[in-house]
């Protein structure tokens, strides 16, 4: 349905756009790493908690499509409110601000996600799942590159007034939705409710060993939003041409997404595998000597990481019955945007220590390190069950 993707495109458009524009934002009018890593992190944090009692109110909802508005223009007042008062207030606001705009994030990928099997025939929904993939992409090779050209060719607060458009436009797309019927039990406690999206996570061995792997892959990303912009004067480039390598690891994402198609693996091992690809690549990128070269890197890093999405989308809807989808779907992306946070607030403080040279090899570390998690935890599950 046209009218899905564009309101889910242009609302995960506006959240790539935050992620990298706060931290320019906050860079550039207060000069702090730290506070950039904290500010980020307050937008992403509030997620760990919301995100399971979204996901348990949208599956006994009729009125999704209100949230989904409700979030969207949350961040514009927000954004706007931000514009007017970073760098010229008390540091505490621009992370409290943030943190306001951060209690519904989860509704831009998993409340939007979570639909699909409502909106699509079982036989569609692998090539759902794939223009869905190609959302996300989408809007990550958009937005940072949208990011970085308004803040070198304008500035920040130009950015930060796209994102307000979008968000608006976004609530435009939403009210031509169809309004669904809830797909949880209403009768169920909703506290119990809240929690049965994470017990399921929990419990569900293949699920388990997905989210496991795509969370902590959301923590290395976050060191590597705050340590990329300070890695761009070593190359000669402003911290702003941080946000074309989103948007070439994106370009290589998207590629393999759309190209690849259903793999003979079962999906949680395709996460595994092209994380770990992913993290192989993004190892080699403090070796870059000039910024084509870094862009090189990003692109192949991107072809590895592709097909990680689709099948992450594929294990939730494989391995979750319907019911569950809405709170499968939004306390999954509450444990990735929360460690997302983890990330960010750490490389604040990792990156002054130690240098990009050293961050860099990090993330990618960590990226080995999270597929060889989701490979224990499926192993550990087979011997137990």
Known sequence: MPSYYVAATLARFADEMVAFTLVLLVLDRTGSPALA???????????????????????????RRSALAVNQATLAVVMLVLLLL???????????????????????????????????????LVRANAFESVSFSTAAIAGPATAATLAAAVSVDAAVLVIVGAAVLSIVAITRLPALPPVGASGEPFLA?????????????????????????????????????????????????AGYLWTAVEIGSVTTALLLGRSKLRPEYVVMLSVAAYGVVLCTWALASSFAVLVVLAVTAGLAEGPTLPAMFAARQQYSPPELQGRVSTTAASLRVGTSALGQATAG?????????????????????????GLLAAHTSRLSG
């Open 37 to 63: 890593g904290l500010t980020g992190a307050a937008y992403a944090l509030p997620a760990i908690i919301t995100g399971p009692l979204l996901g348990a109110w949208l599956d006994r909802t009729a009125h």
């Open 86 to 124: 970073v760098g010229h207030g008390a540091a505490w606001i621009a992370p409290a601000l943030a943190a306001v705009a951060g209690a519904t994030l989860p509704m831009v990928s998993g409340g939007f996600t979570s639909m699909l099997p409502s909106l699509f025939r079982p036989q569609r």
């Open 193 to 241: 409710s809240a929690i049965g999206g994470l017990r399921h996570l929990a419990r569900t061995p293949p699920l388990r060993a997905s989210t496991v792997t795509t969370t902590l892959l959301m923590g290395c990303t976050g060191i590597l939003l705050i340590a990329l912009p300070l890695h761009m004067p070593s190359l000669g480039q402003p911290r702003s041409a």
């Open 349 to 373: 403080v990792l990156v002054p220590a130690v240098g990009t040279h050293a961050a860099i090899p990090i993330a990618g570390l960590g990226l080995l390190l999270a597929a060889g998690l």
